[in-house]
């Protein structure tokens, strides 16, 4: 085994990268960087029923989206290594497939699927775990060649020892260890079609790769044990594993892909105007935490204080408020430019910006951006926060109403409303708007927050939003006296 650390991360191009397999790569990524060794990316595409097309290259565009960078992978070989798709890999599969059947640690089973679901529906039914029984784990030449003769096709199985323990330190989990007899039966290790399975390829690309660590999810902990059955046929060291716990929802339960309440693509995150950053930070937090209090960190932070044994043993909570937390702390501090780029598109997908907006537009959209940008955790925010300036009409709640016809809400709205009507249009700019507020105050000795919130909701109808000055100079004299003017009609 090389000394160098070597992992990767192993999708199935079978959909689009999950939030999960993010989290895998990412800590992979890290782990990788952290310790100056090399990350990998194979494609693992032997299920060719579930494979789709663009599955590869979309998980690859949203790994780099995530700013995961890799250093082998389909579209970087490594000569030695290559190639990074398991249905190129065949010809490396094939004799060593052959050695385990020329050793008997493997066999041909010409048993049909419709013999194997009978016998693990009468297992079922006697109450046991189905299992292959190893009906033909010992035929004689002449049984094989009657199933031969009746045009059987077959599977190769791997000979499981039923007596062996395999036990291994977890770089998560600590010591676990599984007795053969409790895993499985003869396994399948190449398929009807000609294809390898899961454990038989991922153990020889592991090995042949060199890949020093193995870090996935724990769905996987009991495929381990099948691995490492492989290893010690062909002799081989297996690489150190580590099985990260799943992502729970808020309800405690596995993340699945049919629950509606949480994001689960990266692609969705990246639709949505997700700054990739931060998306980055927040997965980097789901299952793994640093030493102290502190939760925002940049890449180069992470890589150099990432620690696999911090990697949590319980379930990592997906925690919606931390994401659109750390979503706005990377947004506050965006450039203007980055934020616009990420909102406009919902401004023009929400029919609020035309399609092909003018400069003025442009210019109009991007102050508008800049009045929210301390508001927002991802780019379609802008649609719902700024609705104010695409409504025609403002319809107040109690809590509004209450504020607004109390003794001091209503001489503030009187006044700020003959104050802005006065006001010339060419001068209704933010700077012109404070000393009127100024004025209020020292005219009627109102201050704080009972001077700000009616002067707030006269003008936009709720209770927060931007900087009120800017505000009123964003929205413009008309649309200021117009929503004052509804605004009094509720009120009185
Ligand atoms: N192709 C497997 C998956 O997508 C990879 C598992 C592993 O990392 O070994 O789950």
Redesign the pocket.
């Known amino acids: 085994m090389s000394s160098k650390v070597r992992v990767?991360?192993?999708?199935?191009p079978?959909g689009e990268l999950h939030i999960g397999?993010a989290r895998?790569a990412l800590f992979n990524y890290l782990f990788a960087r952290h310790h100056g060794g090399d990350f990998i990316i194979r494609t693992?595409d032997t299920d060719l029923i579930r494979n789709i097309e663009q599955g590869e290259s979309s998980q690859l565009d949203n790994l780099t989206w995530l700013n995961i960078e890799w250093d082998e992978a389909v579209d970087k070989p490594n000569p030695q290594y290559a190639p990074y798709r398991q249905s190129e890999r065949l010809h490396i599969y094939e004799p060593l497939i052959q050695q385990l059947l020329d050793e008997d640690k493997a066999y041909r089973c010409y048993m049909t699927s419709e013999e194997l679901d009978a016998e693990a529906q009468a297992q079922r039914e006697a109450g046991e775990t189905p299992r292959y029984g190893g009906a033909h784990a010992h035929l004689t030449p002449e049984q094989e060649q009657a199933f031969i003769d009746e045009g059987r096709d077959y599977s190769i199985r791997f000979r499981v020892n039923s007596e062996a323990v395999y036990a291994f330190d977890d770089i998560v989990k600590g010591d676990i260890s599984f007795k053969a007899n409790d895993v499985a039966g003869d396994f399948v290790i190449l398929k009807r079609d000609g294809m390898p399975t899961?454990n038989f390829a991922?153990t020889v690309d592991?090995h042949y790769m060199d890949i020093t660590h193995?870090l996935?999810?724990d769905?996987?902990i009991a495929?381990t044990p099948r691995q490492m059955m492989i290893y010690e046929a062909f002799g081989w060291e297996p690489p150190r594993f580590g099985h990260m716990t799943l992502i729970i929802n808020e309800e405690g339960r596995k993340l699945s892909k049919r629950d509606g309440g949480i994001i689960q693509f990266i692609e969705q995150y990246r639709d949505l105007g997700y700054l990739p950053e931060a998306l980055f930070n927040f997965v980097a937090l789901l299952g793994w935490s640093p030493e102290g209090e502190e939760e925002l960190f940049t890449q180069e932070e992470l890589i150099k204080i990432f620690d696999e044994n911090r990697l949590s043993n319980s379930p990592a909570a997906f925690d919606r408020d931390k994401l659109l937390w750390i979503g706005n702390e990377y947004m506050k501090k965006a450039d203007l430019q980055r934020v616009v780029d990420l909102a406009f598109p919902h401004l023009i997908k929400a029919g609020l910006v035309e399609d092909n907006p003018s400069q003025e537009t442009i210019e109009w959209a991007t102050r508008l951006v800049g009045l929210y940008q301390e508001q927002m955790a991802y780019g379609a925010q802008i649609v719902e926060l700024a609705s104010l300036f695409f409504n025609e009409d403002l319809k107040l709640d109690q809590a509004s109403i209450d504020e607004l016809s109390s003794e001091t809400g209503l001489v503030v709205v009187k006044a700020i409303k003959e104050k802005l009507t006065q006001l010339p249009e060419e001068e209704f700019v933010a700077e012109n708007v404070r000393p009127l507020m100024n004025e209020i105050r020292d005219e009627h000795d109102i201050r704080g927050r009972q001077l700000f919130m009616p002067i707030r909701i006269a003008v936009s109808g709720v209770m927060s939003g931007p900087e009120v000055p800017d505000l009123i100079e964003l929205l413009g004299k008309e649309k200021v006296l117009d929503h004052i003017h509804q605004v009094e009609q509720q009120i009185s």
């Open positions: 990767r991360y192993a999708p199935s079978t397999n895998t693992e899961y991922v592991d193995v996935r999810g769905d996987h495929n």
